[in-house]
């Protein structure tokens, strides 16, 4: 396992158990399960668990909000689950909505990064053929990037294939197999039409059938169903078929009914009502795109958080599949620089230096598109900044419609939108359009946000100031501090200045980072060795006094499997100040390529009223380094 072993198994815990886990994926920042019963999950524990955002319910999915990092932690959660190759059946599915959101979620969340860079690559095309010309359009190089661009695309029902018959219970390379038959090159662009023309057309064993002009590249609703009836034909011949042959014969005969079977039935209706859908929609922006565009780009926010975005997200993916622009997401282009232009006003006019530092990272992502440690972290539990964004998100979005602006590619978020703004042919007014439209957002969503202000945090407590913020409350306490002494030598930095998001964004709880001189790490105070890890990298104590701290050596050091390092006390072993406890090889780590940032945090940060580090630029070992503060 990594470094998020701990947070993977209480995560694991307070879901109900690895046997309440019917699946797990994941998107940007979040994980989202599938759990049978999500009454066994202990939903308050988890929100206010290190490491942990929030938590959401929607859309038939208990969704764990982690940040940045969760790829990192969806590793050790896999860990922890064993991995989930086929989701079992059982357990509440909700509504017939929340069904058809989880299921759309499940199959696309594990390709949208591969189509976005698709898409990407596709821009940089569009870019290129703007910048050079005819000259360049007709290049073999062109002709690389459009194999890039375009390959996923033409073959997208493979993927969709994999993912589909994972989320559908059955073997996702038996997907594979049927939607590479849909795809096969005989069958695209109309090549097998054309060629049994003249002997009566298309027919399997007598039965005619037709298939698209284009034929089923790039398709998306076709697979998904023909996928959805070979799941269930598996299971059915699994419980039929001996079991000395069925490790062959199942697939055989699963593919031998569903492929001629979507031939003939299945992909014809499937495209018949994946048109009605699509045309549904256009119908939709056609009666009032203005109207469409405010209230997409007003609530867009509000369906990413509960993930509702996914219910229209393939059909933008169906159109742009088949080679057609569309304005189906055109509204939700700025919203995240609204987010940002609050994230700013926040960050600018708060009186809470750990607020502030938090803005920091927040503001970083919002210019990427991801908005969700904006949302979660800094504008929503202020609620009126979030409110802004969302105001200037159903402008933006209004605004957007009115100048029929248009995607050409699946492209990234922020501003990594500008390239799938480009037309094919070159045209860049749409890109400009949004950088203008994104640089607006961002001025207002920072002006509303600054103007109708939010109630602040408190104010970090300052030792000089205890007195008057007893004064303040009216009680009668007294605050008492508890010293940390400085386990290493080295220079001090701010923890926002750690190498690890985990530490950096202030998740685990307040501290500061030490950049060693000495390869040695001593007992900070009076108390007990609680968790000493394996590798030696990491040292987990709590002082007689009850402050609980996280010495962590070097970032991704548990790489190095204790080499290099040498430990002096064992668990539960009681320590008093100065004792020596760890000492590593400053060299061996540096050449092995990781960083010698020792992080000392607070873990327990949420029992004190404040938690202080020290103002000097360097420490040794003895000096006070952290101070906290205790009102009893």
Known sequence: MGKYEELAKNIVKEVGGKEN??????????????????????????????????????????????????????????????????????????????????????????????????????????????ALGSSFAESSTSAIFNAMGDGLFKFLPIFIGYTAMKKFGGSPFLGMLIASSLVYPGFLEGAATAQFAESGGL????????????????????????????????????????????????????????????????????????????????????????????????????????????????????????????????????????????????MLKTKNAKLKELSIPAFISGIFGVTEPAIYGITLPRKKPFWASCIVGGVTGAIAMGLGMQGYQMGGLGIFRYPSSISPDGDVKFAIYAMILDACALAAGFAIAWALGFKDDEPTIQLSKEEAKLAATGQKKKLTKDEVFSPAEGKVLPLSEARDAAFSEGIMGKGVVIEPTLGEIVAPFDGTVMTLFPTKHAIGLISDNGTELLIHIGIDTVQLDGEGFEAFVEQNAKVKKGDKLVTFDISAIEEAGYSTQVPIIV??????????????????????????????
């Open 21 to 130: 886990v019917n699946s797990l994926t994941n998107c940007i920042t979040r994980l989202r399960f599938k759990l049978k019963d999500e009454s066994k999950a202990n939903t308050e524990v988890l929100k206010n668990m290190d490491g942990v955002v929030t938590v959401m319910q929607a859309g038939g999915q208990y969704q764990v909000v982690i940040g940045n990092h969760v790829p990192d932690v969806r590793k050790d959660v896999d860990a922890v689950l064993g991995v989930l190759e086929a989701p079992t059946e059982s357990g509440p599915k909700g509504n017939l909505f929340d069904q058809f959101v989880d299921m759309i979620s499940s199959i696309f969340q594990p390709i949208l990064a591969p189509l976005s860079a698709a898409g990407m690559l596709k821009g940089v095309n569009a870019i290129l053929i703007f």
């Open 603 to 632: 873990t327990n940060t949420p029992d004190y009223a404040d938690v202080i580090a020290t103002s000097e630029t360097s420490t040794k070992q003895g000096d006070v380094l952290i101070t906290t503060i205790i009102a009893n």
């Open 203 to 346: 027919n399997f064993f007598g039965i005619p059938f037709s298939i698209p002009p284009a034929g089923y590249g790039s398709t998306v609703m076709p697979i998904i169903a023909a996928v959805a009836f070979a799941a269930f034909l598996e299971k059915q011949l699994r419980k039929v078929i001996p079991d000395v042959i069925k490790l062959f014969i199942v697939p055989f005969l699963t593919a031998l009914v569903t492929i001629p079977l979507t031939f003939l039935v299945i992909g014809p209706v499937m495209n018949t009502v994946s048109d009605a859908l699509g045309n549904g929609l256009l119908s939709i922006q056609s009666f009032s795109p203005i109207l469409f565009g405010a209230i997409l780009g007003f609530s867009w926010q509000i369906l990413v958080m509960f993930g509702l975005h996914w219910a229209l997200i393939p059909f933008a993916i169906i159109a742009l599949s088949q080679g057609d622009p569309t304005s189906l997401l055109t509204p939700s282009g700025s919203v995240s620089f609204a987010q940002t232009g609050a994230v700013l006003a926040v």
